[in-house]
């Protein structure tokens, strides 16, 4: 019996568990990553300077979902970064009732700064848990999860 067209291609349950277990691990992984300490940031604070470095010009609105909280809450967080420098806001040209949300150059440089945090905090998680030749296998792997990816 052929197979449909819409139908995807069998794998292997080897590749199926790989898959499953990867998204679970790369998951746990972002949510550890984004939970390291930023000097005078709560986690949510961080989490929405990291969006906004990422994707740039942001609406309350659209910040709140995205962070899966409540207007309200996103104003809070808002106001907190505001206080701070990191971040500027613009009233929008299309609606003046909507403001704009960018990223200052404090809030650019703090963005850097906690990237840079969470690579030395995983690194060093590296050196302490694994040793050289778990550190090569690893390195191995993530030489074929490039090649999947297509870099």
Do not use: C, Y
Request: aromatic share 2%.
């Amino acid at each position: 019996m052929a197979s449909s067209p819409d139908r995807e291609p069998a794998t292997s349950p080897a590749a199926t568990a790989a898959a499953r277990d990867l998204v679970v691990l790369f998951r746990r992984l972002r949510t550890r990553m984004r939970a390291v300490p930023t000097e005078g940031l709560t986690p949510s604070q961080t989490s929405v300077l990291i969006r906004l470095g990422k994707d740039g010009a942001s609406s309350t609105t659209v910040l709140a979902a995205a962070e899966g909280v409540r207007p309200q809450s996103m104003t809070v967080i808002l106001n907190a970064l505001d206080a701070q420098g990191l971040i500027e806001r613009r009233p929008d040209p299309e609606d003046g009732r909507r403001q704009i949300i960018t990223l200052s150059a404090a809030g650019q440089a703090q963005v850097a700064s906690g990237r840079q945090g969470r690579h030395a905090w995983l690194a060093q998680e590296l050196d302490r848990e694994l040793t050289a030749d778990q550190l090569a296998r690893i390195n191995d792997a993530i030489a074929l999860l490039r090649r999947v990816v297509g870099e």
